[in-house]
């Protein structure tokens, strides 16, 4: 069964250096989701793309965060400079474009970052 | 989107049925009841959905109120792996944005 792919599944990292994660949706999933979830709550939505284009960021930290999905395919969240408040699993989730009202969404194992 | 309440934690006996209600009182007619499941170190799972009418499919029933406040979501024979957080979401018709609660842990008794 196809899955969603993440890495790396742990990082570690000091307070203002660069992190980044990757994320290989479902082959053939036109929209991928990446989300942020602090222990003991709810993912909380970070960007959403549709194919290689951004159609929610609202709540995306721009200062520090940024993300991208240049082919439309994979994708990259980066952090930079990360903080101490940004220790969290970063989950990254996909959906099939098809003519439904609503696509199921397809999560990865996520990320689990600890700042220093 | 309307906002759901469900209960922080609840227990159920290995090989009981597992019964989990939410609340979302102000739902509107374009809106959907979907539920999620996330169990430990993994990311969210879909489990159900639907709109007014009771759905079944084969990790779960759902059952909605005819007044469509509340739902219920039965696990008919709960085993160990199903312990998890579960989340009850309300989502507008043809919108994808899904906005996670705290959900209710469900643990399940040996």
């Known amino acids: 069964e196809a899955e969603v792919a993440q890495s790396p599944r742990y990082k570690i990292t000091e307070k203002s250096q660069a992190v980044a994660f990757w994320c290989d949706p479902i082959?053939?999933?036109?929209?991928l989701y990446w989300y942020r979830q602090i222990l003991g709550q709810g993912p909380e939505l970070l960007v959403q793309f549709q194919d290689e284009s951004v159609v929610d960021d609202s709540q995306l930290p721009k200062d520090r965060f940024s993300a991208e999905r240049l082919k439309g395919v994979d994708s990259t969240l980066k952090i930079q400079p990360a903080e101490l408040g940004d220790s969290a699993m970063y989950l990254c989730?996909?959906?099939?474009?098809?003519?439904?009202?609503?696509?199921?969404?397809?999560f990865g194992p996520g990320t689990r970052l600890t700042v220093l | 989107d309307a906002k759901t309440t469900q209960p922080t934690s609840m227990d159920c006996a290995e090989g009981r049925a597992a019964n989990l209600p939410c609340n979302h009182s102000?739902?509107?007619?374009?809106?959907?009841v979907y539920w999620y499941r996330q169990i430990h170190s993994q990311g969210p799972q879909y489990i159900i959905h639907g709109l007014k009418n009771n759905e079944t499919n084969e990790m779960a029933s759902l059952i909605i109120t005819e007044d469509r406040k509340s739902s219920t979501l039965i696990l008919p024979h709960a085993t160990l792996r199903d312990t998890a957080v579960y989340y009850c979401?309300?989502?507008?018709?043809?919108?994808?944005?899904?906005?996670f609660g705290k959900g209710t842990r469900l643990h399940i008794l040996p």
């Open positions: 989730a996909s959906s099939p474009r098809t003519s439904e009202s609503y696509n199921e969404q397809f």
């Open positions: 082959s053939g999933h036109a929209t």
């Open positions: 979401i309300v989502i507008t018709y043809g919108r994808d944005k899904i906005i």
């Open positions: 102000t739902i509107s007619g374009n809106e959907y």
